[in-house]
């Protein structure tokens, strides 16, 4: 069947400069689903949370990007500036992969999304005439909210805003309303004043991020630079596997805008520019052996194994000197474990590697392997540590068990266990069960 091009012209707020974007309405390929929980935006890097918001589309080399928001992906349409195929959005009311180019598109200053954008697509009319009038939404067509650029400029809190050398998409608003979220579900641990010393410090390990210290590790920006506003949205969104920091993903999506703004006033980094990202080189085929012996070359030489170990178990000769930012210990990380605190997948080590953990012993070793193959080399080989043990089966006694369970997942930060000892923010536990 011969393909039919539809051109459409977008005006990019950012840059100030208008770019084509050909869509093809069909390339051949059939939706790919995108899994909640797991896939995570192309653009924002947060996680795709609740089904009906999703979109994905596939560029001129037919590599498959995924998106958490219809407004994130149009922005990866504007910025490949090439044309694109095999476009899907999920159906608003089903959260079925439905064909972009024909879908009914309702959106609303008062329509919630992931990225705030406020557009959301419906396989069936009446559905989106029905959601639009319950909703004070607006059907629109795909060229009027390309053209549209005045409705995006006025959605601050969108990943459009957040444009490199622009302005942070954060109003004072934002931060007043934004310290009473952090009072609520953060000051537990990281403190009323943000300083890392809540209630719940003392209890649990690695200790809460004192944000008045500006530094922050999980970062996608340079070594030194603070962080993009996406990097502290995927946090709160996402937690921090590994340690007691959990995912916020029950907040709002404004709730977790507001406590971002508030946590980056804090770090005294809200008035600056948003930073320049650490650019990612293009991401090779799957390791093979060589490029594996050449990463295992590449950890022995820039002495990896001084803090993580031989093996990579984070037990090297220096493991237990390691001072952070404030001169408490800290561990360097176990790989072996596969569990990685800034996330698992290739593009997240490599910025570990590569961005380096900023108030951490990590520091970034950009300069040190300027080559890109070498530098994934070196990210596949740390990746292929991974090797986590058996789980040990749980004591026959119920309360031993439970003495784990609670250790394993840091309990005692929030509650006061059997011992008496625990931290104050939920209740105490020892008299669980009483009426």
């Not at 589309?57 to 990007?65: A, H, Q, V």
């Not at 403190?191 to 209890?203: C, L, V």
């Not at 990612?280 to 799957?286: H, I, T």
């Not at 043990?389 to 068990?401: G, H, N, R, V, Y």
Request: one cysteine or more; hydrophobic letters at 40%; glycine letters at 12%.
């Amino acid at each position: 069947m011969k393909l039919r091009t539809i051109l459409l012209t977008a005006v990019v707020v950012a840059a100030g400069a208008v770019a084509a974007v050909v869509f093809w309405p069909q390339g051949g390929h059939k939706p790919e689903p995108i899994v909640a929980g797991r896939d995570s935006c192309d653009r924002c890097h947060m996680q795709v949370g609740r089904p009906g918001f999703a979109a994905e589309f596939r560029d001129p080399k037919g590599n498959l990007t995924k998106y958490d928001d219809i407004g994130c992906m149009l922005l990866g349409m504007w910025e490949l500036h090439q044309e694109v195929s095999d476009i899907y959005a999920e159906d608003h009311e089903s959260g079925e992969l439905i064909p972009f180019l024909s879908a009914h598109l309702v959106r609303g200053k008062k329509i919630e999304t992931p990225m705030g954008y406020g557009i959301v697509a419906f396989k069936d009319e009446a559905a989106a005439d029905a959601f639009a009038a319950a909703n004070s939404g607006e059907k629109v067509t795909l060229e009027q909210v390309l053209k549209d650029t005045a409705w995006f400029q006025e959605r601050q809190g969108g990943a459009l805003a957040a444009t490199p050398g622009g302005k942070r998409p954060f109003s004072e608003g934002d931060v007043k309303a934004g310290k009473a979220v952090f009072l609520r579900e953060c000051a537990a641990c990281h403190g009323d004043r943000g300083d890392g010393e809540g209630t719940a410090a003392a209890f649990i390990d690695p200790q809460p991020r004192d944000f008045l210290q500006g530094k922050f590790r999980f970062r996608t920006t340079p070594t030194g630079t603070p962080p993009a506003t996406a990097d502290v949205l995927r946090t709160i969104e996402e937690g921090v596997p590994g340690t007691a920091m959990p995912a916020f993903s029950f907040l709002t999506d404004e709730e977790k805008r507001q406590v971002a703004a508030y946590v980056l006033e804090k770090a005294d980094v809200l008035a600056t520019l948003e930073p320049e990202l650490l650019p990612l080189p293009p991401e090779p085929p799957a390791a093979t052996p060589e490029s594996l012996a050449r990463g295992q070359e590449l950890f022995k030489n820039m002495a990896c194994a001084q803090c993580h170990g031989t093996a990579g178990k984070g037990d090297g000769p220096t493991a237990k000197m390691l001072k952070d930012e404030k001169g408490r210990s800290v561990r360097p990380r176990d790989f072996t474990t596969g569990v990685f605190h800034g996330g698992n997948e290739r593009k997240d080590v490599y910025y570990r590697i590569f961005g380096g953990m900023d108030g951490s012993p990590m520091v970034s070793f950009l300069a040190a392997v300027p080559e890109a193959a070498d530098q994934w080399a070196l990210v596949d080989y740390v990746l292929s540590l991974g090797a986590p043990a058996a789980p040990k089966p749980f004591p026959a006694d119920p309360i031993q068990a439970g003495r784990l369970l609670a250790s394993k997942y840091s309990c005692r930060g929030c509650h006061v266990l059997d011992d008496g000892k625990g931290g104050d923010a939920g209740p105490d536990l020892r008299i669980s069960g009483q009426k």
